[in-house]
């Protein structure tokens, strides 16, 4: 199994800058890919970002240009760096691991963090 912590969220003003970060603990050498989702409320959860085990990245167009995710493998840590927040950005963000299990996938979340962006 692995644990996901995320930390990092609160309350910024538009056009401000946030970090947040996804600490994994466990089996960490089964994670194949980790993914930072969102969740507005009344709104199904998206992807806004993911690194997968080899370093490629991938990015929700919401988050191209604005957004960085990168991770310290001495650390065990995936952040996920948010630069000219605006208030639709506004939602709980949740980490996600996808984990090799067999042939199969298995996903594991944490906890959430919530950002939240208002002058």
């Known amino acids: 199994q692995v644990q996901l912590v995320e930390s990092g969220g609160g309350l910024v003003q538009p056009g401000g800058s946030l970090r947040l970060s996804c600490a994994t603990s466990g089996s960490i050498f089964k994670i194949r890919a980790v993914g930072w989702y969102r969740q507005a409320p009344g709104q199904q959860r998206e992807l806004v970002a993911g690194?997968?085990?080899?370093?490629?990245?991938n990015y929700a167009n919401s988050a191209k240009g604005r957004f960085t995710i990168s991770r310290d493998s001495t650390k065990n840590t995936v952040y996920l760096q948010m630069n000219s927040l605006k208030p639709e950005d506004t939602a709980v963000y949740y980490c996600?691991?996808?984990?090799?299990?067999?042939?199969?996938?298995?996903?594991?979340w944490g906890q959430g963090t919530q950002v939240t962006v208002s002058s």
């Open positions: 690194i997968t085990s080899s370093g490629s990245t």
């Open positions: 996600n691991a996808a984990i090799q299990n067999g042939i199969y996938i298995d996903d594991y």
